[in-house]
């Protein structure tokens, strides 16, 4: 897994309409709409390969027709196969998660109902009010807005439940620390660098990297938009904020961060098994910003990044063990794809993890200088 640093923002002081929607959907912990499956789960590549041909069959004597074209009949049967073939496993997944966490609440007690969706639903529509939206036109823009993201009205109802019944089971599960706000804190106002991160999979590539920058003087957005293995900050030119006082990044990127001058560019810094060259492009000194103001929002933000983190890892206990029947031949096919390159994937994490503990037990090594 690659890691994760944080983003710049679009600049820009005006907010557009899509900035509230995408805002809205952070607060309410939506910024990514889950249309994949649950913690543990995931879409085997030799399945998502699979030849599928859109080519339309004509309906057999017996078999119910789709449509007449001409006197032709088109097979309903084919078109269905078709359909699931191609979406049936993504809405599949979400429909098994939801059905799960529905289960889960019914089992403890607790009810989730249709207004505390709509009343979701509403504090993001309150959004387009504030643009000066008409009242009226406002599920429109909601729409228009979904699209441009990828999704639709009705998955976002969908993910709206979704993080309903899971807001309501995680409660008294989840415990905001001191610590917790208080390295929050040190994230969001203490100091931090600006950077251009690279990140390539091979020292050879470090070299390239090295040569076109500091001999060949290439802009190092340019470089990273091309060579970049992170296609997220790569298409922002590899612009990355590198906060100094995370505890959860790795300690030899932030050290080589703190350390970055103007015109040189880092060393090469190995992180599972990737290696991130730095190009700094500002210091930002630690904000004077009083920590009373700002705690509640820190914690607000905490309890639902906790709440979504607890709700995948209960997804992913519900899925071990529920009993799934599929009748659906296709979908049974994909399902079994799925769950095999999950186990494969576990099996790889689990490697990993007893790699990384025998390594830990090891002197480290510094960032190998190119």
């Known amino acids: 897994m690659k890691t994760k640093l944080v983003s710049l923002r679009v600049k820009g002081s005006a907010l557009t309409t899509r900035s509230v929607i995408a805002a809205a959907l952070v607060v309410l912990g939506m910024a990514c709409l889950s249309t994949g499956p649950a913690v543990g789960a995931a879409v085997s590549d030799a399945a998502a390969a699979?030849?599928?041909?859109?080519?339309?069959?004509?309906?057999?004597?017996?078999?119910?027709?789709l449509a007449r074209i001409n006197g032709q009949r088109l097979s309903a049967r084919s078109f269905t196969k078709t359909l699931t073939e191609l979406y049936g496993m993504g809405l599949f997944n979400e429909w098994v998660q939801v059905?799960?966490?529905?289960?889960?609440?019914?089992?403890?007690g607790v009810h989730v109902g249709k207004s505390v969706v709509d009343a979701q639903e509403e504090k993001i529509l309150q959004q387009f009010s504030a643009e000066h939206v008409p009242q009226g036109q406002r599920h429109a823009a909601l729409a228009r807005v979904l699209a441009a993201r990828g999704t639709t009205v009705a998955q976002?109802?969908?993910?709206?439940?979704?993080?309903?019944?899971?807001?309501?089971?995680?409660?008294?599960?989840?415990?905001?620390?001191?610590?917790?706000?208080?390295?929050?804190?040190?994230?969001?106002?203490?100091?931090k660098v600006k950077a251009v991160d690279i990140v390539v999979g091979s020292l050879s590539d470090a070299v390239t990297v090295r040569?076109?920058?500091?001999?060949?003087?290439?802009?190092?957005?340019?470089?990273?938009?091309?060579?970049?293995?992170?296609?997220?900050?790569a298409?922002?030119?590899?612009?990355?904020?590198?906060?100094?006082?995370?505890?959860?990044?790795?300690e030899v990127l932030l050290h080589t961060a703190a350390r970055l001058t103007p015109g040189v560019l880092s060393p090469s810094i190995p992180i599972n098994g990737e290696f991130h060259l730095l190009w700094l492009l500002e210091k930002i000194p630690a904000q004077k910003v009083s920590m009373?103001?700002?705690?509640?929002?820190i914690v607000k933000k905490l309890s639902l990044l906790l709440e979504n983190q607890w709700g995948q890892r209960e997804i992913g206990r519900l899925w071990q063990?529920?009993?799934?029947?599929?009748?659906?031949?296709?979908?049974?096919q994909q399902y079994a794809a799925m769950?095999?390159?999950?186990?494969?994937?576990?099996?790889?994490?689990?490697?990993?993890?007893?790699?990384?503990?025998?390594?830990?037990?090891?002197?480290p090594q510094t960032p190998a200088a190119q």
């Open 292 to 297: 009373n103001k700002v705690r509640p929002i």
């Open 321 to 332: 063990t529920a009993k799934i029947k599929i009748n659906n031949p296709v979908l049974q």
């Open 211 to 233: 040569h076109l920058i500091m001999k060949d003087h290439k802009n190092p957005e340019q470089v990273a938009r091309a060579m970049s293995l992170n296609q997220q900050t």
């Open 235 to 250: 298409q922002n030119g590899g612009v990355v904020l590198i906060p100094l006082d995370n505890p959860t990044l790795p």
């Open 339 to 363: 769950r095999a390159a999950a186990l494969a994937q576990a099996a790889r994490n689990k490697a990993a993890q007893k790699k990384a503990a025998g390594g830990s037990k090891t002197k």
């Open 99 to 108: 059905t799960l966490l529905r289960q889960a609440c019914a089992r403890e």
């Open 50 to 65: 699979t030849h599928i041909s859109l080519l339309p069959k004509l309906a057999l004597p017996h078999e119910p027709a």
């Open 156 to 191: 976002f109802r969908l993910e709206l439940w979704r993080s309903a019944y899971i807001k309501a089971l995680a409660k008294g599960h989840i415990h905001v620390t001191k610590k917790q706000i208080q390295e929050a804190y040190n994230v969001n106002f203490g100091p």
